[in-house]
T-cell receptor
């Protein structure tokens, strides 16, 4: 079973729409969770990360994510997307059976229409 | 990303040939990883190494080999046994359990391999 899963493969939104991308993980222990973004033609960049403490994490460019332990989820949100948010988004979390190794979800391609 | 150097950036290989992709880091990170990125399939883990002289297979290790003779270097060889080698390959590093950065993974800029 996949350790980290992203259910939305391709999301298309109009500018100013709200965004929520799902991410679920399966590791039962202490987790570090991440969202990475890959803009067209660029390499992966860290958007935000959760280690401990406040489950609502703020990242760059107005993104945030909420860690909900009971749901094993770490969904990415943004209240109002822009055309420049068009990119592929990857959730990352612990490899099943090992909190020390990270594994990635399959990615969500976000297309924002102007 | 800064501090991780992958080379070459673009590589063409004839079928039946082995090629080696280089990954060097100056971040003093213990762990290094190789991922393969294909359209629609996201990032898939090929091999990873937690310390020098040790490495583990990831999800799609068949047709690949690695070595970790030095902390800063983790070369990946794509052998002729790899059936679909054309892809974008990413090297990454982290310090698992690091106090300041936790498990944050840092990526190189990637290498495009095309089999002709």
């Amino acid at each position: 079973a996949q350790s980290v899963s992203q259910h939305n493969h391709h999301v298309i939104l109009s500018e100013a729409a709200s965004l929520e991308l799902g991410c679920n993980y399966s590791y039962g222990g202490t987790v570090n969770l991440f969202w990475y973004v890959q803009y067209p033609g660029q390499h992966l960049q860290l958007l935000l990360k959760y280690f401990s403490g406040d489950p609502l994490v703020k990242g760059i460019k107005g993104f945030e994510a909420e860690f909900i332990k009971s749901k094993f989820s770490f969904n990415l949100r943004k209240p109002s997307v822009q055309w420049s948010d068009t990119a592929e988004y990857f959730c990352a979390g612990p490899l099943s059976g090992s909190a020390r190794q990270l594994t990635f979800g399959s990615g969500t391609q976000l297309t924002v229409l102007p | 990303d800064g501090g991780i150097t992958q080379s070459p950036k673009y590589l063409f290989r004839k079928e039946g040939q082995n090629v080696t992709l280089s990954c060097e880091q100056n971040l003093n990170h213990d762990a290094m990883y190789w991922y393969r990125q294909d359209p629609g399939q996201g990032l898939r883990l090929i091999y990873y190494s937690q310390i020098v002289n040790d490495f583990q297979k990831g999800d799609i290790a068949e047709g690949y080999s690695v070595s970790r003779e030095k902390k800063e270097s983790f070369p990946l060889t794509v052998t002729s046994a790899q059936k679909n080698p054309t892809a974008f390959y990413l090297c990454a590093t982290n310090n698992p359990g690091g106090a300041r950065t936790g498990n944050t993974i840092y990526f190189g800029e990637g290498s495009w391999l095309t089999v002709v």
